[in-house]
């Protein structure tokens, strides 16, 4: 019976499932946050505005090539061949010999950085011109308008893209097991490897990254819902509509 | 009288399209000039010209003797020193009210929160919005956003206010407040420099109308002589058009 196999497998190998799941958890955050700092960084480059002439105007150019070219680059080939390359290329050619756990973690920021690229730019298009006008005129240069202004609203903007690139990574880390890291897929590997209950075993891996996405969906459309703000609003100084005291505490204007 | 800012043989083109062509004009200390025109007239280009939202093709802008237009210049500085509201309101969607009149004085002014709070709160009953600094712009109407506009442009303490259409985007019951809190400001001494299309209100608190057509400024002087006894015929033909 194959229930009775699930069972088995699961008291004689939670350990490994747990610490691979973990694993897996791991470097799907790491990655997604690295990742999404590196598809900023990259969306305010790109949004530097381009001066009309003179050396700066070569450089900036240079560099948004080069980073354009990263983009579609790690966008255009699959992560497990990447990992390939990043993994045995680095040791082979470069002679750096990596952790298995820092190429692991850095094959997934980079390839979630790509992304995150695109994700950021649509982002920031989608910010109202009338904002960085707004900004400009009151005396802001670029990177003031930039982080007091447009990222606090592309950071909204982008929160739902960010999760599912997220789910994404959790599922994607599996790839991760052709260079040996120990995360869930690698660890229902090991364990029906031995026991060549691989129904059972991959069964239980399934519904192990099916917790984990959903919990990761479910907690973001809180934060979503947590970052559009109150519906409403209360007044200050006495006025016939006001039901609120503006001494309590919640209805403090925040610093 | 003190010339705040001077512009000297503006021009302003999109591609081979001439908005702006030799722009001579000036705005002295308290002095409240209004810019009157039909639509694509160039009157709201003028305006984004003077605090560079659009690069001037040629020509010069004078501010403190100083040509602003020279590359050397910090045009961040300068913004600094003009308060501009736009007719879309432009209010930062990321802010409460307080925090839009003190974001400015924060990053670019370098005070400190409580000081810039006090002025920002100054300027916010200036408008009659101080009772609304805890709310979002999404949880204002038009006339609201406008005056909060008002009070952030003016917790910059600038030079000079510039205009641009404030009441062209509101509905009809909301432009009087806007004008009143406008009104307000211009009997207190303020220098301000309007583009509008409402002529009641320029005739009642202009010093000086500059009325353009085409990209030149046709004709300028005190509301009487331009409403009035236009000497233009153009001038003539855009009033009757719209006091009709």
Request: glycine share 8%.
């Amino acid at each position: 019976m194959s229930l009775e196999w699930v069972i088995t497998i699961l008291t004689d190998n939670w350990p490994m499932f747990l610490r691979g799941a973990g694993m897996t958890l791991l470097i799907s955050i790491i990655g997604t946050l690295i990742g999404a700092a590196i598809g900023l960084f990259i969306g305010i480059v790109h949004t530097i505005p381009m001066p009309e002439r003179g050396l700066k105007r070569y450089v900036q150019k240079l560099i948004n090539f080069l980073l354009s070219a990263y983009v579609e680059f790690f966008r255009g080939t699959p992560m497990i061949v990447q990992a390939m390359v990043i993994f045995y290329g680095s040791a082979m050619a470069f002679g750096i010999d990596m952790d298995v756990f820092t190429a692991a973690v850095f094959i997934v920021s980079i390839n979630t950085g790509a992304y995150m690229a695109e994700i950021v730019r649509g982002g920031i298009i989608s910010v109202d011109k009338g904002q960085f006008e707004a900004a400009q005129a009151i005396g802001m240069d670029h990177f003031q308008t930039m982080i007091n202004i447009v990222l606090p609203q592309v950071v909204r903007n982008i929160l739902p893209a960010t999760g599912n690139q997220f789910v994404i990574n959790i599922k994607d880390t599996a790839v991760l097991n052709v260079i040996g890291v120990t995360e869930l897929y690698f660890q229902t590997k090991s364990v029906s490897g031995n026991n060549f209950r691989y129904f059972e075993s991959f069964f239980i891996a399934s519904i192990l990254y099916f917790i984990m996405t959903f919990t990761v969906t479910l907690l973001l459309r809180r934060l979503e819902r947590k970052m559009a703000g109150p519906a409403n609003y209360s007044m200050i100084g006495g006025l016939p509509m006001q039901v609120v005291n503006p001494e309590d505490k919640e209805h403090k204007i925040k610093e | 009288m003190e010339k705040v800012i001077e512009i000297q043989h503006l021009s302003k083109s999109f591609g081979t399209h001439e908005v702006l062509k030799d722009i001579d004009f000036a705005v002295s200390k308290g002095e409240v000039v209004c810019v009157i025109g039909s639509s694509g007239s160039g009157k709201s280009t003028l305006l984004r010209c003077v605090n560079l939202l659009e690069k001037p093709s040629g020509g010069k802008i004078i501010y403190h003797g100083e040509n602003i237009l020279d590359d050397r210049h910090d045009i961040h500085a300068y913004r600094t020193k003009l308060g501009m509201v736009f007719q879309q309101f432009n209010l930062f969607n990321n802010h409460n009210v307080l925090n839009n009149c003190v974001v400015g004085q924060m990053k670019v002014l370098k005070r400190k929160r409580p000081k810039a709070e006090e002025i920002a709160k100054k300027y916010l009953q200036v408008v009659g919005m101080d009772q609304y600094i805890n709310a979002k712009p999404e949880h204002l109407s038009g006339g609201q956003k406008q005056r909060v506009a008002i009070a952030r442009a003016l917790s910059m303490e600038p030079d000079v206010m510039l205009f641009d259409e404030p009441t062209s985007a509101l509905d009809p019951e909301m432009v009087g407040e806007v004008l009143k809190v406008m009104k307000d400001l211009a009997k207190s001494g303020l220098t301000m420099l309007i583009v509008t299309h409402e002529m009641e209100f320029a005739k009642e608190v202009a010093d000086r109308v500059v009325f353009m057509d085409k990209g030149v400024i046709v004709e300028e002087g005190p509301p009487e002589q331009i409403f009035n006894n236009p000497e233009k015929e153009r001038t003539q033909e855009f009033l009757k058009r719209t006091l009709n």
